[in-house]
């Protein structure tokens, strides 16, 4: 039998030096290293995640999915020798991280070129340390090229609460010479050998974000990506991958992950010839190139992904966890979101002072927390034509600067939230028509306008601290409570002349843009820390666990037609929290489709995610008001449900759904909350029979109505095992009508 050796031990023996360790004992949470077998453990919340060094010194998948238990002891890796010449074992070996080089057939995770054309990359495994950090028990692994001094460190950290895996590499160049990376990946995550797989995914476009895509994996790839500067509208970085045809939201097998990163992404799902599937991914290679001179080294983004054996309802809620807990910037306990009001629906970009400050008196009596201006305040901002870069306040709408309103704003007992684009700039500015080199461009070449607009390079240092020291100026100058950080096209012409003709130079703009965005978010947390800020592009063109890290909400979509929400919505919380999806009630008809929906039911469809309003309130009948109040009073008793609990999608709204139902439960499970819609009935069948889950069993639940009624016959008190079982009907009839109902535990 094999018995582990302390974990000093082995680092010794295994690198031939003492390396800094957190615990000499095997855990059963945690990090651990069984010698003998040579292989790597991480375990928490009910799963194992293995590795190991094989016979020729890869680092070799063993083991990912639920907790085997400290008593098994892991057979090592055996390199896959093929059957063919054809099939080389440096390709059929699947590697946690391989370089392309010996044959790799398979995506690798790391491409290099050495300046003496050597483009052969073979990583060898060096050395391990692991250490202690508040955002749980962190490995990192060595590997060395074989011939040599690049050395790449593989960072795993596992979550404790969540089971939760951040993937990340840094790649070190040691050698005399520069090194070119040509692909650098931050993990592959390996799944065990399978035909029966599912991947879902999300895609979309400009106002029709959050498509749910489920195919079966074949042989082949799938490429999930942005080629466009920015995460993207068109995928987003997650994924889920089902085994076998029985899933479902609350049962079967799912690997899931995320890729924390707001600039060009790439991750592939292959099933190769001995159907074995991975998922490589990281910066994408695409156009890529980064430079490292003598001991520089490039960090790749974080890859994160989980297991759960209980479905994809189940993934969801791990990642919604994982995020408040661990990615948001007031993690591990953020705020709940403010209940917002936005102009934008209602003013366009014609706003002044005058306007915007009835606005807010309106918006006060109904409950709002927090008055937004949006787009139009700044610098000669009439339409979408002039003004972007421009940042100072527009002295015709706002003659006496914003103080004023925002005094006024204040004393309505709301905050003050306003609408930037920092990154960007209109050729009619007089910011571009000094600097017209500031913008991303190809020397000579067109600059390509969308929206009348072009990018600012932030990779300069000068753009970097033009666009902090503007922001940093209005806040310093105005109470501000909040920023919405909008970003409204995507890249064209990626060139970054000012740092020569060489393009691997030029290149580096991919990675040194999203490092100052970030970097310049982070200042501006950093010193003024009572700042919110939301991501927004276009809708939900940046939404990644990267810009979560230092954004505290996201706008999913700018389009805001209640029932394209419900799909939008469920689509959303495949990968992220409603907790930080802000989701407004606006006009009716809505200007996407020319949908008619009553106040109710655009109230019932916003309350699944962070409420707010952005209809033009000026006219709104004195109905409308009350209705909204009422609503709006109801939203705060269930805020922290909805937006910090656990979601149950109890019916899908897709593929031409009749119905859609969602559920939250609170943490303590002493409140639940459930959300109803209806979009048109047939022949007079009720709505369907609703099963709640996640109720405590045995505890008694009052049901409360939010909005419409349950059938007279329904019980106004029964047990969480009642109302799971039995079920809850709901008194739902016609087109596009909605209901909600809390279930609140009686106290004895
Ligand atoms: C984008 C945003 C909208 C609004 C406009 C302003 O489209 O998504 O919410 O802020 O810009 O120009």
Not at 136 to 159: C, M, N, Q
Not at 251 to 259: E, Q
Not at 698 to 716: E, M, N
């Amino acid at each position: 039998m094999s018995r582990s050796l302390p974990i000093a031990v082995v680092a010794a023996l295994l690198s031939g030096c003492l390396l800094p360790i957190a615990s000499t004992q095997a855990q059963t949470n945690g990090v651990s290293f069984d010698a003998t077998t040579k292989v790597f453990r991480l375990d928490a919340a009910g799963l194992t995640y293995a590795f190991g060094i094989n016979d020729a010194s890869e680092l070799q998948p063993v083991y990912w999915g639920k907790s085997l238990g400290q008593q098994e002891h892991l057979p090592p890796p055996r390199r896959n020798e093929g059957n063919a010449s054809f099939d080389l074992p440096s390709s059929t070996t699947p590697q946690e991280y391989a370089g392309w080089g010996a044959g790799l057939y398979v995506e690798p995770t790391l491409k290099a070129t050495f300046p003496d054309g050597n483009r052969d990359l073979v990583l060898h495994y060096l050395e391990y340390a692991t250490a202690h950090s508040p955002k749980g028990e962190e490995l990192t692994v060595t590997l060395k090229d074989v011939a040599s001094p690049l050395f790449v460190d593989l960072h795993y950290r596992i979550d404790a609460a969540t089971g939760i895996i951040g993937r990340w590499a840094t790649i070190r160049n040691r050698t005399a010479a520069s090194v070119v990376l040509e692909e650098a990946g931050s993990a592959t995550w390996n799944l065990p050998r399978g035909t029966d797989y599912s991947l879902r995914y999300l895609t979309g476009r400009w106002a029709g974000e959050w498509n749910l895509q489920k195919q079966h994996i074949l042989p082949g790839e799938t490429v999930l990506e942005s080629k466009r500067g920015s995460t993207g509208h068109q995928n987003n970085p997650w994924f889920a991958i089902e085994r076998g045809d029985h899933s479902d939201e609350e049962t079967g097998d799912v690997w899931f992950g995320a890729l924390a990163w707001s600039g060009n992404w790439r991750i592939a799902v292959e099933q190769d010839q001995l159907q074995q599937i991975r998922v490589t991914g990281g910066f994408n290679p695409f156009d890529f190139a980064y430079k490292l001179v003598p001991n520089q080294q490039l960090e790749t983004p974080i890859f994160y992904a989980g297991y759960t054996s209980h479905g994809i309802g189940e993934a969801s809620r791990i990642l919604h966890r994982f995020e408040l807990a661990s990615i948001l910037p007031q993690a591990p306990t953020p705020k709940p979101r403010p209940i917002i009001y936005n102009s934008w629906e209602a003013t366009g970009f014609s706003v002044n002072e005058a306007g915007q400050e009835a606005l807010a008196e309106k918006a006060a009596q109904i409950g709002i927390e927090r008055f937004v201006m949006d787009d139009g305040w700044f610098g000669q901002r009439k339409d979408d034509h002039a003004g972007l870069g421009d940042w100072y306040v527009n002295k015709q709408k706002f003659p006496n600067g914003l103080k004023p309103m925002i005094d006024k704003i204040h004393a309505l007992g709301m905050d003050f939230g306003l609408w930037v684009e920092p990154e960007m700039v209109n050729p009619d500015s007089a910011l571009y028509r000094k600097h017209p080199d500031w913008t991303l461009n190809f020397t000579g070449r067109p600059r390509t306008e969308g929206r009348n607009q072009l990018l600012l390079n932030l990779a300069r240092k000068d753009v970097r601290d033009y666009v902090y020291n503007f922001l940093d100026d209005i806040l310093t100058s105005n109470q501000i409570a909040f920023l919405k950080w909008d970003y409204n096209r995507n890249w064209s012409e990626p060139g970054w002349p000012a740092v020569g003709p060489d393009s691997t130079e030029q290149k580096k703009v991919y990675v040194e843009y999203i490092r100052n965005l970030y970097s310049i978010l982070a200042d501006l947390r950093k010193n003024h820390p009572n700042v919110e800020i939301e991501s927004c592009s276009g809708g939900g063109g940046r939404v990644d666990l990267g810009i979560l890290g230092l954004t505290d909400e996201v706008w999913p979509s700018d389009n805001t037609d209640p029932l394209d929400r419900l799909t939008i919505q469920d689509g959303f919380t495949y990968a992220y929290t409603p907790g930080v999806m802000m989701a407004w009630v606006t006009d009716s008809p809505n200007w996407v489709n020319n949908r008619t929906t009553s106040l109710t039911y655009r109230f019932l469809s916003s309350m699944q995610g962070s409420l707010g309003v952005g209809a033009n309130l000026d006219r709104w009948k004195p109905e409308d008001f009350a209705t909204a109040k009422d609503l709006i009073a109801s939203y705060k008793l269930i805020r922290e449900t909805v937006q910090h609990g656990d979601l149950y999608r109890l019916i899908s709204p897709r593929d031409g759904s009749e119905q859609s139902a969602t559920e939250s439960i609170s943490p303590d499970k002493h409140q639940a909350v459930l959300f109803t819609l209806l979009h048109s009935s047939h022949e007079g069948y009720p709505f369907p029979r609703v099963y709640l889950r996640g109720l405590d069993p045995t505890a008694h639940y009052r049901v409360i109505p939010i909005a419409g009624s349950l059938t007279k016959d329904s019980l106004p008190v029964a047990t969480g095992s009642y109302w799971m079982d039995h079920g809850v009907d709901v008194d739902l009839r016609g087109d596009l009508q909605a209901a909600a109902f809390r279930f609140e535990v009686v106290k004895d």
